[in-house]
């Protein structure tokens, strides 16, 4: 039995954007029935895109996505043309091969600025631009660039810290560096892409999976023939 189940896709953050959109509009023009619109949508968007758990067959896999409609792809071993492990390959760089993964973290940023230059809620700008910017860093670095990684969520904790300070928000500058440290240790830690990762290329298009031990990916190149 695996564990292997289908990841993250291109729908999902799409829909993830648009709703982020709608949250800040929202927020913008303080419609309380606007934003639990936007919350209800982002439920319904989670249980539409949900990956489960890929069904293995001789010659072909089964990834599926979703518990209100199920949604399906089948890949056979003649679709296939490689199987990367992303976690653990040094130099892979998921946005390379998944490039829309960039819509929600890039979009978080830009509500972040936006809040920064037109409301007057800076507080809440800040942890739109930590989250964005550590997202971001696990889409764009590899395994071996992790310094890099590292010192891209340090400096932007460092400049939104000083940012803080000279609009004289000093109550905050604890949770941001705690906040934006707490991110970096990660990233030192389990290295730039977090999770279990393979990015399945097919003739079609790429497909992210999750796996959760070796077994996993034995499994699946069994299936495929490899």
Known sequence: MTMLRSGITKELQIALSVELVLFTVGVYYLSEVMIWLVFLALALTLFVFAGKKVELEPGRIILKWGYLRELKKVITAEDVVDVIGASRARHVILAKYMPW??????????????????????????????????????????????????????????????????????????????????????????????????????????????YSDENDIKSLLAALGG
């Open 101 to 210: 993964l960039l819509l929600v973290p890039l979009g978080m940023i830009i509500v972040g600025v936006w809040i920064l230059l037109f409301t007057s809620y800076k507080f809440a700008a800040f942890g739109w631009l930590l989250f964005g910017v550590f997202q971001l860093a696990g889409h764009v670095f590899s395994k071996a660039e992790k310094n890099k990684a590292l010192v891209f969520v340090l400096l932007v904790t460092a400049f939104i810290v000083v940012y803080a300070y000279s609009i004289r928000l000093r109550m905050a500058l604890f949770q941001i560096t705690l906040i934006g440290g707490i991110m970096a240790g990660v990233i030192w830690y389990e290295g730039a892409i977090g999770s279990n990762y393979l990015i399945l290329v097919t003739k079609d298009g790429n497909y992210l999976l999750t």
